[in-house]
Nanobody
Framework: QLQMAESGGGLVQAGGSLRLSCERSARTVNGYRVGWFRQAPGKERQYIGSINMRGTSTDYVDSVRGRFTISRDNAKNTVYLQMNNLTPEDTAVYYC?????????????????WGQGTQVTVSS
């Protein structure tokens, strides 16, 4: 079965940057899309962006657009989330997910595979 693993989280000052990695044990099939989600304390898990592995098209929510960039390296089966100009509001556990069913890729429930999450903490 497909295994997902996030890494790169940690503690950073406001205004700083972090680069998260999402390593997959194999290339995904359904839509070739990988999504990024985050869950802050006391809040529901929310979609932040995704990438289409075939067309390299990307999608972002308004709160991160212009600050976050998603990229991929198919040879390494890895997707990256570059986060710049971080604020304390970005503090959360970040997850990657793969192989969504259908076209509703912004919904957590449609993804088949999930990583364990990596903690990102932004201090003021």
């Amino acid at each position: 079965q497909l295994q997902m693993a996030e890494s790169g989280g940690g503690l950073v000052q406001a205004g700083g940057s972090l680069r998260l990695s999402c390593e997959r044990s194999a290339r995904t099939v359904n839509g070739y899309r990988v999504g990024w989600f985050r869950q802050a304390p006391g809040k529901e898990r929310q979609y932040i962006g995704s990438i289409n592995m075939r067309g390299t098209s990307t999608d972002y929510v308004d709160s991160v657009r212009g600050r976050f960039t998603i990229s991929r390296d198919n040879a390494k089966n890895t997707v990256y989330l570059q986060m710049n100009n971080l604020t304390p509001e970005d503090t959360a556990v970040y997850y990657c997910a793969a192989d969504p069913r259908g076209s509703t890729y912004k919904l957590p429930g449609v993804y088949t595979y999930w990583g364990q999450g990596t903690q990102v903490t932004v201090s003021s």
